[in-house]
């Protein structure tokens, strides 16, 4: 199907929304839109971060996934408490794969789950008796622990806790830091809310930690990673880039990354940022405390990387700026190697993507760079400034849509049979089983790294395998396959 | 009254991000902009007003401000 006018696209949205009840259709309708490259500001066509419509299948997490999960979750030295009942931390323990070097329950905890595991009587009589025993305990059992964070489930703020309180008895005790994180899971409309929360606390309760400390030495080419967790070992890719143009990475937010790393953060020259969504708060705040600027960056396929690379070392002096140039001259043969081997075989396919946080934009060039266009994209979570961004990347006549719910997903799938969708594992199978190929883009389907050059080279030969993969014939059965000799059969008789 | 965090971008213009509504425009023009004094009514690249009392001295940007909407 050759690309929709935009029109027909609007005709679609029209068609899809029909099913809806008056009331619904009309907060639907504000989700949904035909992108226009020439608007200005996306408030303009789409409405965002606001609360999902009840009875509809909605992808979205919660505050607490966006502080434990996202933001906190993959500091590897401290232990990351799930306080309130023990489901949150157990279903969700290890799924992001945020990759860390160190040995897990001795000096790293990434993987593990810590729950205060509440019972009724936690909620009766409240839980802060439970959380003191158990940072004790914590300490006890695993002394090589460098803090321990506090993040709280629903239950902590319905019934009022006082986990601060804890948190700075508990700090002085041990002489560790301990960060009480307000996260409840009803905070907020989605994960949004727990990412803010996340950056909050650790402005409040750990970034200060070192400003009266000079003894770190610095140098003029120190840059931290903010917003890379790391996934499949995506940070590493990207670190290895930076530091070969010169630069010295002090710190990682937050995959593989460590409390003193974050502690060391206002030392450095420049942030950059890759998951605008979830860390530019915390960047804006070390931009007005402390003056530090902050850069957005896309490591996703070789175009955006020279770019970014160039941008990056824009900031610094020519030895940088040569570095930046060196890089790109050094893996050219490299991402030209793969992007001849692929591109013939991936030319052409149309992408729909639903992803949150940075991809649903920042994929978009890895995709062009194989040949292939992003036909479709839309945030779980993300807010107007997210598609204030996005805008400018699509192209025009193409489908964003907010939040998008499960019948919309499908129905915009089916009109407009895409040949590549990119999102989470709860849309996977429903895709697979209707003959399109997937990619689960959350943690690039169990594969990575994909970012830097080194992820492009995995990127490229995982769409591939995903979309020419024989299987994708084989999908009708047999007896469903109107092959040309039962038709003569069926003639005869 | 929202609280607005102004930046510098790297063309010079400022950015005006107002958290609580994620939006982030620039300053189209600024009533009082001279070596003394910066303020009064702001007005955003989307149309909207917002007005800030004069401050003298000029404010060091990026810098967490305090707007009033402008009738």
């Known amino acids: 199907m050759s690309a929709m006018s935009k029109e027909e696209t609007e005709a679609l949205i029209a068609e899809v929304l029909e099913v809806y009840p008056e009331k619904a259709k009309k907060d639907r309708e504000k989700h949904l839109a035909v992108n226009d490259q020439g608007v200005e500001s996306s408030n303009k066509c789409i409405t965002s971060n606001r609360k999902s419509l009840p009875g509809v299948m909605t992808i979205r997490g919660c505050a607490y996934a966006g502080s ?21 931390g157990q279903y969700s323990r290890a799924g992001r794969r945020n990759y860390y070097i160190g040995t897990t329950g001795v000096n790293t905890f990434v993987t593990m789950n810590f729950t205060s595991d509440f019972q009724e009587k936690d909620i009766v009589f409240g839980g802060d008796k439970k959380l003191d025993k158990m940072i004790t305990e914590i300490d006890g059992l695993f002394p090589l622990n460098k803090g321990v964070t506090i993040q709280s ?43 803010h929360i996340a950056n ?17 030495e610095t140098t003029p080419y120190d840059v931290s990673i903010i917003g890379d967790y790391n996934i499949g070992g995506d940070a590493w890719s990207s670190r290895t880039l930076l530091e070969e143009m010169g630069l010295r990475v002090v710190a990682q937010w937050s995959g593989d990354g460590s409390l003193s790393e974050i502690e060391l953060t206002p030392k450095v020259k420049l942030n950059l940022l890759h998951c605008y969504r979830s860390m530019n ?30 941008n990056i070392a824009s900031h610094f002096d020519d ?38 946080g940075l ?26 400034d997210d598609y204030d961004r996005t805008i400018k990347e699509m192209g025009n006549a193409t489908l964003l849509y907010d939040d998008v719910t499960g019948l919309e997903f499908e129905e915009f799938v089916k009109k407009i049979k895409p040949d590549l969708i990119g999102s989470g594992i709860k849309e996977k199978y429903i895709f697979q089983k209707m ?39 084989m999908l009708k059965a047999p007896w469903k396959q109107e092959s040309t000799e039962a038709k003569a059969v069926a003639a005869s008789a | 009254m929202p609280n607005v965090m102004i930046r510098q971008k790297q063309d010079g213009n400022l950015l005006f991000y107002i958290a609580k509504k994620d939006q982030e425009n620039v300053v189209s023009t600024v009533e009082i902009d001279t070596q ?13 007003r917002y007005y800030i009392d004069p401050m003298s001295p000029p404010p060091v940007f990026p810098i967490t401000l305090r707007f009033k909407r402008a009738e």
Request: a negative charge; aromatic letters at 12%; hydrophobic letters at 35%.
């Open chain 1, 319 to 356: 030895k940088i700026k040569e570095g930046a140039e060196r890089v790109i001259e050094r893996y050219k043969s490299e991402y030209e190697a793969v992007i001849a081997k692929y591109r013939p075989r991936l030319e052409g396919k149309r992408v729909m993507l639903y992803v949150g």
């Open chain 2, 36 to 48: 003394e004094q910066w303020g009064g009514e702001v007005e955003l690249t989307d149309g909207s």
């Open chain 1, 153 to 195: 489930e629903c239950p902590i703020g319905l019934i009022g806790d006082d986990i601060e309180a804890v948190a700075k008895k508990k700090s002085k005790e041990l002489d560790k830091t301990v960060v009480p994180v307000r996260c409840e899971g009803f905070r907020g409309v989605s994960q949004s809310l727990g990412h």
């Open chain 1, 200 to 216: 909050d606390s650790v402005r409040d309760w750990v970034l200060g930690a070192r400003d009266a400390d000079n003894s770190f």
């Open chain 1, 281 to 310: 708060y915390i960047s804006r705040h070390m931009e007005e405390k402390y003056g530090i600027p902050w850069v957005e960056y896309n490591f996703f396929g070789p175009t955006k990387i020279a770019e970014s690379l160039r």
């Open chain 1, 435 to 473: 003959g399109i190929p997937f990619r689960q883009m959350h943690s690039w389907d169990y594969s990575g790294p994909y970012h830097g050059y080194d992820g492009f080279a995995i990127f490229a030969r995982d769409m591939d395998m995903t979309l020419n993969n024989p299987c994708w014939s």
């Open chain 1, 68 to 88: 434990k999960g996202v933001v906190w979750g993959p500091i590897k030295d401290m232990i990351h408490i799930s306080h309130g009942p023990v489901g949150c």
């Open chain 1, 359 to 384: 991809r649903p934009r920042h994929v978009i060039g890895a995709y062009e760079d194989l040949g292939m266009e992003v036909v479709g994209t839309g945030y779980e979570f993300g807010h107007n």
